[in-house]
């Protein structure tokens, strides 16, 4: 049985003064002694010491730190609160009593969270630098940016995508802060800012990415012409995406019935009432529809629309009964429908376009062949005056004059989208995504005079490379041979093909040249899966969060590839990281011990 504090105390308070006075004054002399300023203090240090032996690890072993950061990781990883962390392993602790390493782990909220910014966050940066820096010459890489909003602050992710035999198409966070200058001048010194302090430079720079405002691709004073001025070869990898996105919006302002707003006021209708939800699902039930909740279209996002309109048609009867015959306008509901069919079937195109360019495989050596084969589809539907299966039905039972007027407005949303499309993007050859065409290897061969054509300001030798080419050639033979099956070769991305291609011979300078095209991206997906991230970490409920946290969580999110358990084997095998670890540790131990004294 543990002697009570109070009672070590005045044992202690007897032995020093070497009285027996408690002899005579007996339990009164001890709560005397109890309520004095010292006992006081001496019961705090002993309090908070306790705490301190359950939150600090003495003399962890190399298998302790490494669990109890491979602890912190998945924490990241997984998007939990450093708290219900430290809780789970508390339970473990006390669940495991066999676990001589669970016994010593410790990750309190504080420890964690210091580990993140100083530990994990500046090692995964510190990896992303070596791979840029480990060949003769360093790699090309390609910048995006982007703008967003948290609250009253306006934050700015700084991203590279880069080519590697190994890992093949990368794309990592180097840098996230907060700017609230949003000029061209502001984010251009947030690029070098952020790029000096780990040691990298503007002319590794293969392409500057980001979504298509005038901030970023203003002809005279935007970030584009000023990152130009330091380096002249940086090509505008501006997002495709956007284009897509932008070319609906356009091409829907030639629509009489604006399908979006229909979208936007049913929504309305029914999300502010619980009472007109469960009405809605009882003239669901009368007319023999499953229910299906309306979803929400936010006219930002690029991909939210068409699955709300998916969703009114699949809904369109119960819906027409509850809103729309109640207000006698039967024949304009019909003709509302039939919009609404061909907005459906036409934007299955747009979204399959969208997320072709979104894909992580897709490179800028496939944006042509996508925007192009976009174009060839869109003239097709509209020279056969195709608008839809279910929307020539419902044509048919319109009045010849409504008929007429729809087929004349969709030919106009056609050619809207089909002039804008070509607006923005070159579908000459004059474009230099055209040149990259080959680099897919769809041909099955690589021709020294497409290579020729692509680049030529990298330094390398032409006479190499050609013999290089012919080299690539062959072994490209030997490949698509090797797999059993044609298809299965051609299912494969641009990326992996080249991987192994390098990996199966030595090809230095055609590796440069596949390095810097591959560096540049298809579209500014990587920098809005950012955001999405943000906001998943930075909600309400952990308000109080630094940016600097936030930021270093990001880092470890998207900088890190493996699973839990891989991380704890390449852990082990770290040492400096083990050592920065246990550095954060010892500096914890001492900042706590300072307070207790």
């Not at 044992?11 to 109890?34: E, M, P, S, Y």
């Not at 309090?47 to 939150?55: A, N, V």
């Not at 990241?76 to 708290?83: D, E, F, P």
């Not at 700015?156 to 590697?164: G, K």
């Amino acid at each position: 049985m543990k002697t009570p504090g109070w009672e070590k105390c005045a044992i202690t308070h007897i032995k020093r003064t070497a009285l027996c006075a408690v002899c005579h004054g007996g339990l009164t002399d001890i709560n005397q002694h109890a309520s004095t300023g010292g006992h006081m203090m001496n019961m705090r240090g002993v309090k908070e010491r306790g705490t301190l032996d359950q939150f600090v690890v003495h003399q962890a072993t190399a298998e302790v730190t490494a669990a109890e950061v491979t602890h912190i990781y998945r924490t990241v990883k997984h998007g939990l609160s450093y708290n219900s962390a430290d809780c789970a392993l508390k339970l473990t602790v006390r669940t495991l009593n066999d676990s001589s390493i669970a016994k010593k782990m410790s990750c309190g909220r504080t420890k964690a969270e210091t580990v993140v910014t100083d530990v994990l966050s500046p090692k995964a940066i510190e990896e992303v630098i070596k791979k840029l820096k480990s060949g003769a010459t360093p790699l090309p890489f390609s910048l995006h940016t982007d703008a967003s909003n948290k609250g009253n602050r306006k934050m700015f992710p700084l991203a590279l995508q880069f080519f590697t035999p190994e890992a093949g198409v990368a794309n990592k966070i180097l840098d996230f802060v907060e700017n609230p200058d949003e000029s061209a001048e502001g984010i251009v010194k947030i690029i070098q800012s952020s790029l000096e302090s780990v040691g990298l430079s503007l002319d590794q720079v293969s392409a500057f990415s980001a979504d298509n405002a005038n901030v970023n691709y203003g002809i005279h004073n935007s970030v584009f012409t000023k990152l130009k001025e330091t380096n002249s070869e940086i090509l505008r990898g501006n997002c495709h995406a956007h284009i897509v996105h932008n070319t609906v919006k356009k091409a829907l302002d030639k629509l009489s019935v604006d399908v979006e707003n229909i979208v936007l006021k049913i929504y309305s209708f029914f999300s502010t009432s619980a009472k007109r939800r469960e009405s809605l699902k009882e003239f669901c039930e009368f007319c023999d529809v499953e229910f299906h909740d309306i979803l929400r279209h936010v006219v930002t996002r690029w991909l939210s629309l068409n699955p709300a309109i998916t969703c009114l048609l699949q809904n369109w009867d119960p819906l027409k009964s509850y809103l729309i015959n109640a207000a006698g306008v039967e024949g304009e509901a019909d003709v509302v429908e039939v919009y609404l069919l061909f907005c459906n079937n036409v934007m299955c195109l747009f979204e399959e376009v969208v997320k072709k360019l979104e894909k992580n495989v897709t490179t800028s050596v496939d944006l042509y062949s996508i925007m192009e084969c976009f174009l060839k589809r869109l003239i097709q539907r509209r020279d056969d005056g195709f608008y839809g299966y279910l929307t020539r039905q419902k044509l048919q039972r319109l009045s010849p004059s409504d008929a007429d007027g729809a087929r004349q407005e969709f030919t106009a949303f056609l050619d809207t989208a089909i002039s804008y499309v070509r607006q923005w993007f070159d579908f000459s050859e004059e474009n230099w995504l055209f040149h990259l065409q080959p680099l897919s290897l769809a041909s099955g061969k690589i021709s020294f005079d497409d290579m020729e054509k692509i680049i030529e300001q990298l330094n390398i030798s032409m006479d190499e490379l050609y013999e290089e080419c012919v080299t690539a050639t062959s072994l490209l033979e030997h490949l698509t041979k090797e797999h059993q099956e044609k298809e299965k070769w051609q299912s494969k991305g641009t990326a992996e093909k080249w991987m192994e291609i390098f990996q199966a011979a030595d090809l230095p300078n055609m590796q440069a040249v596949v390095s810097f095209v591959l560096s540049i991206p298809s579209s500014t997906g990587f920098e809005e899966r950012i955001f999405s991230l943000m906001k998943n970490k930075w909600t309400d409920v952990r308000n109080k969060c630094s940016t600097e946290l936030i930021r270093s969580e990001l880092i470890v999110s998207l900088n890190y590839d493996m699973s839990c358990s891989e991380f704890y084997s390449a852990v082990l095998k770290d040492k400096q990281l083990l050592t920065a670890a246990r550095a954060q540790k010892i500096q914890m131990e001492k900042v706590v011990s300072f307070h207790i004294m």
